[in-house]
T-cell receptor, first 114, second 113 residues
Framework: AQSVAQPEDQVNVAEGNPLTVKCTYS??????LFWYVQYPNRGLQFLLK????DNLVKGSYGFEAEFNKSQTSFHLKKPSALVSDSALYFC????????????WGLGTSLAVNP | DVKVTQSSRYLVKRTGEKVFLECVQD?????MFWYRQDPGLGLRLIYF???????EKGDIPEGYSVSREKKERFSLILESASTNQTSMYLC????????????FGSGTRLTVV
């Protein structure tokens, strides 16, 4: 069965420190992977995606993600966290059986402490 | 930039009312989706549509219906609102086969009392 796991419900990090939000996936074939961010009472905003090519993908707001095929992971990273990065982060993979649909993780709440 | 607009940010309705949630996108996307978001449950797909007048059930269609009379507009209908439909509702659209990812609206927080 296809799935996305975000093993941490919450991540806490001090401002200025590096941050990592973890995501692992299970899907047949080559995965199309996405990260989205949601600020309080707002819709989701696209951060970055991996389709093919370089395993390190750069996205909006200084975020990047590393695709690791052997570990079936797509962790979101940022070298230096900001308080304004505090939000809910969702990982998703395109459904191999229906390309238009995404399979979502349950989300990870990131809290960056000043 | 593609814009997906949901007509209401906050809505309070009474149990048993018929509720319409409207979503409009301005970039000629074929595909539109309705999700609900609840704490601890993530995003759950209610219905989606690939073209005008077509619709497909998602994972939790019970108690909902949809309408897509025009390409740019996708409406979610709660036939008889119940308190367990209190939730954040998110509309999204994509072009083609989804390689570009979804564009979301700002969401409608619906409270059924």
């Amino acid at each position: 069965a296809q799935s996305v796991a975000q093993p941490e419900d919450q991540v806490n990090v001090a401002e200025g420190n590096p941050l990592t939000v973890k995501c692992t996936y299970s899907v047949s074939g080559n995965p199309y992977l996405f990260w989205y961010v949601q600020y309080p009472n707002r819709g989701l905003q696209f951060l970055l995606k991996y389709i093919t090519g370089d395993n390190l993908v750069k996205g909006s707001y200084g975020f990047e993600a590393e695709f690791n095929k052997s570990q079936t992971s797509f962790h979101l990273k940022k070298p230096s966290a900001l308080v304004s990065d505090s939000a809910l982060y969702f990982c998703a993979v395109r459904d191999a059986g229906n390309n238009r649909k995404l399979i979502w993780g349950l989300g990870t709440s990131l809290a960056v402490n000043p | 930039d593609v814009k997906v607009t949901q007509s209401s940010r906050y809505l309070v309705k009474r149990t048993g009312e018929k509720v319409f949630l409207e979503c409009v996108q301005d970039m000629d996307h074929e595909n539109m989706f309705w999700y609900r978001q609840d704490p601890g449950l993530g995003l759950r797909l209610i219905y989606f549509s690939y073209d005008v007048k077509m619709k497909e059930k998602g994972d939790i269609p019970e108690g909902y219906s949809v309408s897509r009379e025009k390409k740019e507009r996708f409406s979610l209908i709660l036939e008889s609102a119940s308190t367990n439909q209190t939730s954040m509702y998110l509309c999204a659209s994509i072009i083609g086969q989804g390689a570009e990812g979804y564009t979301f609206g700002s969401g409608t927080r619906l409270t059924v009392v």
